[in-house]
């Protein structure tokens, strides 16, 4: 089991940026690929970005993509997403996730992640 913890959230502009962190604890980091999720009010929770075990595949969504850049560091146990040029539409509650499928390098589906943090809010004023 990997116990997850998000931060690096806030209030900033438009165009600004931001850099989220998320840090795991518990079983081995580099057994797990990652995503970073995020959930505005009344919509459903979606895949911003994702990242393999290694770290050499990420992919993203294409609301996001050439913007934010999903990174991991397995000997520090964290992933990073730093957000650049933000929009007010990315304001949304951010998390982080944790999936040990052996099978997959990664997902963008939230139901194959079973670790998540405790997320952290992120709010984009125009």
């Known amino acids: 089991q990997v116990q997850l913890a998000e931060s690096g959230g806030g209030l900033v502009q438009a165009g600004d940026s931001l850099r989220l962190s998320c840090a795991a604890s518990g079983r081995t980091f580099s057994n797990y690929y990652m995503g970073w999720f995020r959930q505005a009010p009344g919509k459903e929770r979606e895949s911003v970005a994702r990242i393999s075990r290694a770290g ?28 650049n040029s933000l929009k007010p539409e990315d304001t949304a509650v951010y998390y982080c996730a944790a999936s040990s499928d052996y099978y997959s390098d990664t997902s963008a589906d939230a139901r194959d992640y079973a670790y998540w943090g405790q997320g952290t809010q992120v709010t984009v004023s125009s």
Do not use: E, P
Request: proline letters at 0%; charged letters at 20%; a positive charge.
């Open 56 to 83: 050499f595949n990420t992919y993203y969504a294409d609301s996001v993509r050439g913007r934010f850049t999903i990174s991991r560091d397995n000997a520090k146990n964290t992933v990073y997403l730093q957000m």
